[in-house]
Structures are given as structure tokens and as C-alpha cells.
T-cell receptor, first 116, second 112 residues
Framework: AQTVTQSQPEMSVQEAETVTLSCTYD???????LFWYKQPPSRQMILVIR??????QNATENRFSVNFQKAAKSFSLKISDSQLGDTAMYFC?????????????FGTGTRLQVTL | EAQVTQNPRYLITVTGKKLTVTCSQN?????MSWYRQDPGLGLRQIYY???????DKGDVPEGYKVSRKEKRNFPLILESPSPNQTSLYFC???????????FGPGTRLLVL
């Protein structure tokens, strides 16, 4: 079974600074997908970024980028120019398997606080 | 607007009183899933559905039922709720199992 580990329960960053959230996963599969979801105080789950394992290029979405290290099974999220609105819980998630075995597995989350 | 909706958003009930949380999506997605979120545990899958009339257990199915009679709807049923089912529940859908899942707004349930 796949596992996803987020080793930083809480982090803090000052506005306009850069912060990196770490995520590691364990799998024997070669083809899979990785995601970062953001959960603000509203509790809505919002997709931040998605990475396909077969792509070597790291995904980017505006101020959000990932460092995907397939061999190390690492998938960190970098937030540049942090804004107050980035304050949220961030979940790393792994999607593997095929057909009926496809499953989205979440880490336990990192709570990010952006301060003035 | 493409979205996943859940109702109710908040619910307080008592032990043993059957309840249903509805989930509906308007994106013609094949795949739908229910999760529960508990502090320190992240989101865990309860049940999922590959298509109409096709459902299967996730990691924590005990105490829950689901049905998928129509493509757009995937209700979660608690036949006899217990306090350990107090949680935040999310419905999600995707075009196919290997595609990005989009989440509903969540339902906060308190079982007394």
C-alpha cells in the first residue's frame, strides 16, 4: 500500500518570503500522479498543482512550483512571494493504481501560517 | 459552473438516527468518492464508485453505505450513526479514476 508522509505539521513564513513544504511517498509503481491540495479556513479542498510521474519537468503554477525527485520519492512544494491568502493546510496526495485499484492517498497535512 | 455540491453543509444528530449526506456533480464524471477528514489523519477514503451501479469499499467503510443510481449523484448513508463518525466529510469526483479529483465544500457532522 502506498503511504504519503508530510513531516512538517506546522510551518510559518513571512509575507513575500519563500517557503518549501516537504512530502515523501512510498510506492513500487512507476506510473502515478502527485498532487498538492490547499485547504484554507473555509475547509474547501483546492487543487494547487499536479505532477505526472512520467514527466521529468517540474510542474509550476504561478507562484507555486514543485521539486519532484522520482528516485528519492520526494515531492516538495515551493511557494514564492508568500501572501496572507496562502495561509492554509496543505495536503500532499498520491494517485496510483489502474482501473478499480486507482486510489488517492493523502498525507496528514502541513499547516502553513503566513505572517506580516 | 462546474462543481461538486454537498448537502447539508453542517449537521448535528444523535446516535442511531439514520442520515444521508447528498453529493452531486455536474461535470459528467465517471468516478466519485467519499472521504472523511480527522485531525492528524488527513483524508481517508470511505467508498468510491467507478460508474453507475458500481461501488466499492475504501479504507474506512465500516458504518457507511453508498449508492450510485445516477451518474451525477453519490449519496453517503449512515444507517446508525455513532460518535466516532463525527468528522468532516468530502465528496469528490473525476472524469476517470486516474484523473484529478475535484472536491465538494465538505459536510461537518457531529454525532452526539
Amino acid at each position: 500500500a502506498q503511504t504519503v508522509t508530510q513531516s512538517q505539521p506546522e510551518m510559518s513564513v513571512q509575507e513575500a518570503e519563500t517557503v518549501t513544504l516537504s512530502c515523501t511517498y512510498d510506492t513500487s509503481e512507476n506510473n502515478y500522479y502527485l498532487f498538492w491540495y490547499k485547504q484554507p479556513p473555509s475547509r474547501q479542498m483546492i487543487l494547487v498543482i499536479r505532477q505526472e510521474a512520467y514527466k521529468q519537468q517540474n510542474a509550476t503554477e504561478n507562484r507555486f512550483s514543485v521539486n519532484f525527485q522520482k528516485a528519492a520519492k520526494s515531492f516538495s512544494l515551493k511557494i514564492s512571494d508568500s501572501q496572507l491568502g496562502d495561509t492554509a493546510m496543505y495536503f500532499c496526495a498520491f494517485l496510483g493504481g489502474t482501473g478499480t485499484a486507482s486510489k488517492l492517498t493523502f498525507g496528514t497535512g502541513t499547516r502553513l501560517q503566513v505572517t506580516l | 459552473e462546474a462543481q461538486v455540491t454537498q448537502n447539508p453543509r453542517y449537521l448535528i444528530t444523535v446516535t442511531g438516527k439514520k442520515l444521508t449526506v447528498t453529493c452531486s456533480q455536474n461535470m459528467n464524471h465517471e468516478y466519485m468518492s467519499w472521504y472523511r477528514q480527522d485531525p492528524g489523519l488527513g483524508l481517508r477514503q470511505i467508498y468510491y464508485s467507478m460508474n453507475v451501479e458500481v461501488t466499492d469499499k475504501g479504507d474506512v467503510p465500516e458504518g457507511y453505505k453508498v449508492s450510485r443510481k445516477e451518474k451525477r449523484n453519490f449519496p453517503l448513508i449512515l444507517e446508525s450513526p455513532s460518535p466516532n463518525q463525527t468528522s468532516l466529510y468530502f465528496c469528490a469526483s473525476s472524469l476517470f479514476p486516474q484523473e484529478t479529483q475535484y472536491f465538494g465544500p465538505g459536510t461537518r457532522l457531529l454525532v452526539l
